[in-house]
């Protein structure tokens, strides 16, 4: 016996597919057993207080813009990890738009004659 | 009516199926990793305790945190886990309950929701902890993405160029054992993405080593310092449910084989004996995968963490797809 949602629209490609409908009626569904796991719970909390202050060993948090990731650290890790690449490619992107195009042609190239070789 | 009422068992069923079996093997993580360190331990139902304590305890909303998107990350985390188990065989079910519906690529997409949930849970909290574990587990879950979809993608290339159709499902995968189309260099290919994806899981599950996220040692908990009560318990049971997922899809892809293919027994003595295996199979590969790690390893840092993804495990993936593709050449 299939589930009557088994049976709504395919995106196929050549080599798989999936279902959005599908996945939205699943998702909602899970959505709907976890809220109400949720409502299990005890929904009560206190308000105000040393409690709802976000917790900084001890310490105050003056301004909460303080708790955010600035943007130029947001990948920190990633970047730093592979500095030696990124050094390389940051070289290339002068803010010139000729080169930019530049840059752009070549890389066109490069997959046009791969796909020949291919 | 009949098939209404088959979906939302389907639902609950394998919600609850999920949430049962992570929680423990979660048990069997503890009690197995405090051996290993000649402790004690917890005992099995420990996680079944924790969840239960956390769902009496107050749900607090910190001072800084939007509320409606620090509320609602648990929610759909857990609810990702769960419907990420409507695309995997699942032992003794054998093909998966949307076969056809949902391929190895939709599989991805869904492994990652249930981290980016608390990484979007984790900025809304409105913490420094919390947006620095935030912070670390977007930089995790781009390190072993690329990994883990080399694997999949060689698996489904080898299908492919065997010419079977659909070689992105995961049911397909399951039923035909790449192990069976490669030769001797195939084989060692095949070994690598094995370990390759051993060491993916830890990453995608937030345990050591490439727990940096969470981090309670510097980071206080990061990126679920604030957060407690149900909502904190929502969070423990979406990770309980995407380890059983991690084991099923590494099951699918490098073990699928059941004891009815080998021994011929009735249907319903088969399904259940290829559960238990399932079962097995799936508690042997978190062992490795999971205590093992945990047990042996100390906490990488986050830049470790991308060099280890990105040069050593890519590069052995890429190692182990170049293996097969020689064989298929060869």
Redesign the interface.
Known sequence: ??????MMA?LETT?????PL??LV??A???????W??A????????GGA???????GND?AD?E????AAS??????T???RVYYRRVMAFHSGSLADSILWFLVVLAMLLLAGRVA | MADVFYSILCVFGLAFYGIFLGLVFSGVDRMVVARMQSRIGPPLFQPFFDVLKLLNKQDMLPANAVPGIFRMAPVVALAAAVTLLFYLPLGGIGAPVLEGRGDAILALYLLLIPGLAMVIGGFAGGSPYAAIGAQREMVTMISYELPLATVILTFAWKLASLGVAQPFSLGVMAAQPIWGYVGLLGSLGVVILFFVMLLVTPGELGRIPFDSPEAETELAGGILVEYSGRSLALFQLAMAVKTVAMGALMVTLFLPWNVSGWIALPAPVGAVADFLFFLVKVGFLLFFSVSVLRAAMARLRISDVVTGYWKWIGSAAVVGLLLILLDAKG
């Open positions: 016996m299939k589930a009557p949602f088994v395919m080599h798989g597919g999936w279902s599908v996945w699943v998702f569904a899970a959505c709907g057993v976890a809220l796991i949720r299990i719970g005890r929904g009560d909390s206190r308000t409690s709802q202050k976000p917790f900084l060993s948090l909460p303080d708790a955010r990731v650290n947001m990948y920190w890790g990633f730093h990890a592979l």
